[in-house]
Structures are given as structure tokens and as C-alpha cells.
Nanobody, 115 residues
Framework: QVQLVESGGGLVQAGGSLRLSCAASRSILSFNSIEWYRQAPGKQREWVATMGSSGSTNYRDSVKGRFTISRDNAKNTVYLQMNSLKPEDTAIYYC?????????WGQGTQVTVSS
């Protein structure tokens, strides 16, 4: 059974930082890509960042320069370092991966940024 488990969320003041982790139960290199998504209350889930299997990265415009996606292959973990957090970053953050044609989602971790 393939699992993605997020951790690292919490409450932080505006301007602060958090690092989210997405731990996979299989080698992260076996995934086509691993992405972070987020869903704010009353809003649709939106894509935040992607880590490709080659190590390539992409970000939505609103987080460029503030968020950094990275990985530790030995730990099968993908990270999302979030700096200069804003109240509008408040959401549940989800990890998503595609592996051999199947979609996998984590359970989510809550990030709350107070003003």
C-alpha cells in the first residue's frame, strides 16, 4: 500500500516560516512527480509546487520566491519550506503523487497564518 503522510503544519504569525514534510512509503523516485496542493476554507484546492522525478521544480506565481520544494531521496521525503508567510497562505496543505498511473493523496496538514 502506497501512502503519503504530511506533517509540519501549525499556527504561525505573518512573516514567519514553516517546513512541511511529505513522507512516502515507497521511493519518491518511483513517482512521476510529487506536488503540494492547498485548500483554503470555501475555496477549491489549488496547486502550489511540483518536484519532478528529475529534480525539476515549479511554483505557482503567488508563492515564488517564498516557498521552496526539495527532497531527500534517502528519507523518501519531499519538503515544502514556506517563508514570509501571509494570512492568505492559510489552508490545508496536501501532498500528491502519481506512481505507475495511480494517484495518491496524503491526509493534509493545517497551516494557519495569523495577521
Amino acid at each position: 500500500q502506497v501512502q503519503l503522510v504530511e506533517s509540519g503544519g501549525g499556527l504561525v504569525q505573518a512573516g514567519g516560516s514553516l517546513r512541511l514534510s511529505c513522507a512516502a512509503s515507497r521511493s519518491i523516485l518511483s513517482f512521476n512527480s510529487i506536488e503540494w496542493y492547498r485548500q483554503a476554507p470555501g475555496k477549491q484546492r489549488e496547486w502550489v509546487a511540483t518536484m519532478g522525478s528529475s529534480g525539476s521544480t515549479n511554483y505557482r506565481d503567488s508563492v515564488k520566491g517564498r516557498f521552496t520544494i526539495s527532497r531527500d531521496n534517502a528519507k523518501n521525503t519531499v519538503y515544502l519550506q514556506m517563508n514570509s508567510l501571509k494570512p492568505e497562505d492559510t489552508a490545508i496543505y496536501y501532498c500528491h503523487g502519481i506512481r505507475y498511473g495511480y494517484d495518491y493523496w496524503g491526509q493534509g496538514t493545517q497551516v494557519t497564518v495569523s495577521s
